[in-house]
């Protein structure tokens, strides 16, 4: 092998290179230009993930001309900011990037800090402090140290995001290759279900009401890995959240009736909402399917609408006069395939997928899900979701 030949194998072992963007916002100036000397020619490995940074420099003098670059496009990885500025102060600037959900890693340049200060800035997203005046080597110690983090956290993100691409690519291969035979084997048993009587319409009957849950699993389970994968393309925008709920309790109302259970809706004559309506939808119809399923025959389901607090996004509370949960049942809800088994729900056909679904998209809108319950009485279940913001993705802020 000729000198300087590299086989492919160490090829793949060769180090990942970025370059960050470091910005400046301090009111002295010259300290501005000295720090940039000290980024531009230093360089961070990442020996965890094998990547090499370097870095590119900019500085502002106030934290307004350094929001107001961001709002025109300027790129951020690394912020370096003072705490005491002309103008909003670094705390301000710190509130702006969290209010707007910014991916920085900041750290705090100050003489004057004190533990309430340390306490406030790291609430609001500072990564770490390094108090004036500070020397050449402070400062790089500072640098990779934020460095590291940052590359690791970005590396645990991407992570994470090929694992929901690969669960959705797997549930999407996996759901076509069910959908077909069990059209067919529901195709067949609607064919006995005309022809039978007895005891053998019964067990088809039986069998055509798995197949049913079956096909809900899938449809569940789809949903479900569309919106952790984001390959369900979003639609944000302004809608009437009351026309939606009606539509989800048209939807059960012949169920509904069939058990002599009333359904009523409790809402502003109009209620917008921002938002992507397929996925409050998906909120609804799971909230008002539950209500029903779970309900007593002759029972009651609530569907109550109203703006929040704060009047920045709305609330959809969903009550039923059912069967109800302890606390140690309803602290089980909400996360993937749980189902509560008990003498009143053996017979409830269900995936555990509906509630877990409902909660995602909750956070998604930076919202929550809660349930409140007893035993015999009945359950709410109450979703908080903030108006959304449109993006260039169309995603929510």
Same mark, same amino acid.
């Given at each position: ?35 940039r000397r000290i980024v531009e020619k230093y360089h961070v490995h990442v020996p965890d993930v094998l990547v090499d940074a370097d870095y590119r420099f900019r500085?502002?003098? +106030? =934290?307004? $001309?350094? @929001?107001?670059? *961001?709002?025109?496009? /300027?790129?951020?990885? &690394? ?9 909003? +102060? =670094?705390? $301000?600037? @710190?509130?702006? *990037?969290?209010?707007? /959900?910014?991916?920085? &890693? ?17 609430? *609001? ?121 009606q539509a989800s309790i048209d939807l059960f109302q012949v169920e509904a009736r069939q058990r002599d259970i009333t359904i009523e809706l409790d809402a502003p ?129």
């Amino acid at each position: 092998m000729e000198a300087g030949t590299t086989t492919p194998a160490t090829r793949l072992m060769d180090p990942q290179e970025v370059t960050l963007s470091v910005v400046m916002v301090d009111d002295e100036e010259a300290l501005c230009l000295g720090v940039r000397r000290i980024v531009e020619k230093y360089h961070v490995h990442v020996p965890d993930v094998l990547v090499d940074a370097d870095y590119r420099f900019r500085h502002h003098l +106030s =934290g307004e $001309d350094f @929001l107001a670059d *961001l709002d025109a496009g /300027g790129e951020v990885d &690394l912020l370096l900011l003072d705490l005491k500025l002309p103008g909003m +102060s =670094g705390m $301000d600037v @710190l509130d702006a *990037l969290s209010r707007q /959900g910014r991916d920085v &890693l900041t750290i705090m340049i100050t003489a004057y800090a004190t533990f309430e200060t340390a306490v406030k800035a790291t609430k *609001l997203g500072a990564y770490d402090f390094l108090a004036k005046p500070f020397t050449p080597d402070e400062l790089r110690y500072a640098l990779r140290k934020a460095t590291s983090q940052l590359i690791l956290s970005r590396q645990a993100r991407r992570l994470a995001e090929e694992k929901r691409q690969v669960r959705f690519n797997f549930i999407s291969v996996l759901a076509h290759e069910l959908k077909a035979p069990l059209n067919a084997v529901e195709g067949y048993l609607n064919i006995l279900r005309a022809a039978e009587e007895g005891q053998n319409l019964q067990m088809v009957e039986r069998s055509i009401a798995r197949i049913d849950g079956m096909k809900k699993l899938i449809a569940d389970l789809l949903d479900l890995t569309r919106i952790e994968s984001g390959q369900r393309e979003r639609q944000i925008g302004p809608f009437d959240l009351r026309r939606l709920a009606q539509a989800s309790i048209d939807l059960f109302q012949v169920e509904a009736r069939q058990r002599d259970i009333t359904i009523e809706l409790d809402a502003p004559a109009e209620l917008t909402f921002v938002g992507d309506p397929g996925e409050v939808e998906i909120v609804l119809n799971n909230l008002v399917s539950n209500a029903v399923k779970y309900n007593r025959d002759g029972g009651r389901v609530t569907v109550r609408l109203r703006r929040s607090d704060g009047d920045d996004g709305v609330v959809i509370a969903v009550s039923d006069t059912g069967i109800g949960l302890t606390r140690e049942e309803a602290a089980k809800l909400f996360t993937e395939f749980t189902r509560i088994k008990n003498e009143h729900t053996v017979k409830i056909m269900g995936s555990g997928l509906g509630l877990s679904t409902v909660r995602k998209i909750a956070n998604m809108y930076d919202g929550s899900a809660t349930v409140e319950s007893e035993p015999g009485v009945g359950s709410t279940f109450t979703v908080v979701l903030r108006d959304a913001v449109a993006t260039a993705a169309g995603a929510p802020r």
